[in-house]
């Protein structure tokens, strides 16, 4: 009996030292200040949260694809322009050209996924550092996003042919994925974010491809000597990561009714502080999509309470910086 | 004169450990692995500071509470691992962390030179501007051990220090410890190798599961006795080999040659023929840049196009393109270092046994965690695996048990050749005694074995045929009853032996 009193002790101890914990504690410090902070109760109101929620579904969507690739070792700096290529690519398709919305979202996710592959096949065939290779992706995807838009947002403004702009309606897909379900309590964006998260998790859980993903970035000789298609496995999560690209991209455009080339400028940057707050190693080979949805939750609630107090946007940025490296140094101290 | 004596207390790993170290002496401290002598020595040297008991050294109470403290005392460590940072250059790594300067700026020469003054007091005669990573394991490892001694060394802490280094430079270093012996500095010396604790050690203390269980002058010590000590029971027979029916040839390699891609025109492995039959166990002797591992590296597919030459596998052609056609072909290779490329080791114990057979555990893709867990069960049964939990990370576990779950992954994939690098590396005797048997019955089921040790008579011992490589090339063969040490010395140092 004591012995087994001793045991669950242990047990607690070690849960309390694990990752899960220690994100969950940042979110609950963050929550907290919310209940503290609630803008005369503003926080206890379901719209804070829903919208909260809506906010951080396009970051999280990034999020998703960028905890398969920080796992296995690498990272991925082209996911926000990757984002922007997609976003004016649905644009003109649908608004511009007429396409059908399930064809284009098919082919939206076929440029996103072609992306990431291209970065994948140049980090896993050629050799080169994810860093440098998802940097050049995200230049060349920029360019390519500017260059089918011909720098303009592709809005519900088309120009004719006489120069003289005539505005038509946006197609449906778009008012769709902007609208809130469920007796308006929940946006449609943010149930796209949680199958992305579903996806995820059962990719890295219950699949082989997920298995190999761990052991590449915990020791990718031992996995390539143990007869892991290291190349294959790394070029999807890559090409994964792309492919949730266009996912945000699509959701991005919808919320914004337009694809605007210039969108999603440091977009990686606030996916990878997510990945890094939930306590996913950069070492790779340490994580989970829970871990980074935690990550997503403590940066979207620090800004929803931040703005609702009227904080402004210069110190919401000073004290976002603060409490990611607070975070990650809470994640990091032993005993 | 030092008087050491302390506990360690948490979790217990040490408790109530004790030994007295005389300046003058080599004292050997042996044990199993995770008998405790690596956290001894690292509070020792100051890495630890929260231990209860008492370090004395001389006649004043110390305790370290850095690295750099210790070391001011004159107590030296070298650790198993390699501290250099391959780019920089010799003289900085010496150097590293304990610069010289003038004023504000490095003193490069004066460094270069005092280097160079101690590598050569050392006996080794090299440029210290070149980056370490251009020289050669051993070399490197001789350059650590400069860089670790410090120039009044009192104390001197070697762990394993001779397990990268080739029998000239083992010589070497022996060398070496005599003459700081003679200076009046206390040894310390850790190994695995029966030979070096024979060869070396003034006294002996063993330790076993964090205690002490004797200190003995290392004159008039039989073996016997000091293995029981180790170990805790007696061991009738050190290498227990049973001779297996040897069947069909399972492998076959004709002509194999790696290019250097370093060097043009020269090869790593050249022209190296040779044949394993079902049941036999075939050891490759030959010292430190014969090629023998790199060998093993291009039959598994490593090497990937720089290959040429002919392999079969049961009478049927391999070619030898990546490790993962290899693994689905029946070989296993088992790499001489289980941290650098064996082990995940953030993963556990189940995940690392079916790393390479996981397509076998997952239909369609899909895992299936429970008969994963029922196959690592069954595999850990086996080979006697000790852990708290198979969902215990392998970085956990101890080096034995380490190595034990790389064996499990490749036992997993039922495997018709088994190449084996340096198996009981950083492995203690009792698990060496286990490998030992379960090569045995690998044979006896079938299974043909390529074996490669370092250690003479483990060689000698458990090799049915033995070839002899000396710089990629084969230099010799002898059957198991013509092998002597002599024999094999010779040939792995290039000379023509008669079989």
């Known amino acids: 009996m004591i012995y087994e009193n001793a045991q669950s002790k242990i047990r607690i101890a070690r849960w309390l030292y694990s990752p899960t914990a220690r994100a969950l504690g940042a979110l609950v410090v963050v929550f907290v200040l919310g209940l503290a902070f609630n803008a005369d109760g503003a926080f206890f109101n379901w719209s804070t949260h829903r919208d909260m929620l809506r906010a951080v579904s396009v970051y999280g969507i990034l999020a998703c694809g960028m905890t398969l690739v920080i796992i296995t070792g690498g990272i991925d700096l082209s996911v926000g322009s990757i984002l922007a290529l997609t976003a004016v690519s649905f644009s003109l398709l649908t608004i511009h050209r007429g396409i059908s919305a399930p064809l284009a979202i098919v082919l939206c996710l076929l440029i996103g996924a072609a992306c990431g592959v291209g970065s994948g096949l140049l980090i896993a065939r050629f050799s080169i550092q994810p860093f440098i290779a998802t940097l050049a992706m995200m230049v060349f995807a920029r360019g390519l996003g500017k260059l089918i838009s011909g720098g303009q947002k592709i809005s519900t403004a088309v120009q004719l042919p006489d120069g003289n702009y005539s505005y038509v309606e946006a197609p449906q897909i778009f008012t769709f994925l902007n609208s809130k379900v469920a007796g308006d309590n929940i946006s449609v964006v943010t149930l796209v974010f949680l199958v992305c998260l579903i996806i995820s998790w059962i990719l890295l859980t219950k699949l082989r491809p997920g298995r190999y993903i761990y052991a590449i970035g915990g020791n990718e000789a031992a996995a390539r000597l143990s007869g892991v298609p290291v190349s294959a496995v790394k070029t999807l999560a890559y090409g994964l990561s792309g492919l949730f690209c266009a996912i945000a991209g699509i959701c991005q455009a919808s919320q914004e009714l337009q694809g605007d080339p210039e969108a999603g400028v440091a977009y990686e940057l606030s996916a990878i502080a997510m990945v890094v707050i939930g306590g996913t190693s950069l070492r790779g080979g340490r994580g989970g999509i829970w871990l980074t949805l935690l990550g997503v939750l403590t940066i979207g609630y620090l800004e929803k309470i931040l703005s609702i107090n009227a904080v402004g946007e210069d110190k919401r940025l000073m004290l976002t910086g603060a409490i990611i490296i607070a975070a990650v140094l809470f994640q990091k101290t032993r005993k | ?499």
């Open chain 2, 1 to 499: 004169m030092d008087r050491i004596c302390k506990a360690f207390s948490g979790v217990q790993v040490l408790s109530d450990v004790g030994f007295d170290l005389y300046s003058g002496e080599v004292h050997v401290l042996a044990g199993e692995n995770g008998a405790g002598k690596s956290t001894l020595i690292k509070i020792l040297g100051g890495v630890y500071d929260d231990f209860t008991g008492q370090i004395n050294l001389g006649p004043e109470p110390v305790r370290f509470k850095s690295v750099n403290e210790a070391f001011a005392k004159g107590i030296s460590i070298i650790h198993q691992e390699l501290s250099l940072v391959g780019p920089m250059s010799v003289a900085e790594n010496i150097f590293l962390g304990r610069e010289k300067t003038r004023g504000m700026l490095l003193d490069k020469t004066s460094m270069a030179k005092q280097a160079h003054k101690r590598l050569v007091s050392l006996g080794l005669d090299i440029d210290v501007s070149r980056p370490v990573a251009d020289f050669p394991l051993g070399t490197q490892q001789m350059i650590e051990i400069c860089k670790a001694l410090a120039l009044d060394c009192r104390i001197i802490v070697m762990d394993e220090p001779t397990s990268a280094l080739t029998e000239p430079e083992v010589e070497k270093l022996f060398g070496i410890i005599e003459k700081l012996k003679n200076q009046g500095c206390g040894i310390i010396y850790i190994t695995h190798k029966m030979e070096e604790i024979y060869r070396l050690a003034d006294r002996i203390t063993v330790l076993r599961d964090g205690r002490h269980i004797a200190t003995a002058a290392a004159a008039g010590l039989d073996k016997e006795k000091l293995i029981q000590w180790m170990v805790g029971r007696e061991l009738n027979q050190q290498f227990p080999r049973h001779l297996a029916k040897t069947g069909e040839v399972r492998l076959e390699v004709r002509n194999f040659c790696i290019r250097d891609s370093s060097r043009k025109g020269r090869h790593k492995v050249d022209n190296v023929s040779f044949r394993v039959r079902a049941g036999e166990i075939l050891g490759i002797a030959g010292l430190a840049g014969s090629g023998r591992s790199q060998l093993l590296g291009g039959i598994f597919g490593t090497y990937g196009k720089s290959v040429t030459g002919r392999i079969k596998i049961d009478g049927k052609q391999f070619r030898p393109v990546c490790p993962k056609k290899a693994v689905k072909a029946g070989i296993a290779l088992l790499t001489n270092d289980r941290k650098e490329n064996g082990l995940v080791m953030e993963m556990n114990i189940v995940q690392n046994t079916t790393l390479a057979s996981l397509s076998g555990f997952s239909p369609g893709g899909w895992l299936r965690p429970k008969s994963e867990t029922a196959a690592a069960a069954k595999q850990a049964q086996s080979l006697q695996l000790k852990a708290a939990s198979l969902d215990q990370p392998v970085e956990s576990l101890s080096g034995g048990n380490q190595q034990k779950v790389v064996i499990a992954k490749w036992i997993q994939t039922n495997p018709a050749i088994l190449l084996l690098d340096e198996p009981t590396r950083g492995v203690d005797v009792g698990a060496k005694h286990e490998i030992y048997q379960l090569m045995n019955a690998w044979s006896q089921k079938g299974i043909a074995i390529v074996l490669i040790t370092s250690e003479m008579p483990e060689l000698l011992a458990m090799s049915d045929r033995i070839i002899v490589m000396h710089r990629g090339r084969i230099t010799a063969e002898f059957s198991r009853e013509s092998a002597t040490q002599e024999k094999i010395l010779a040939a792995a140092m290039g000379e023509k032996v008669p079989a």
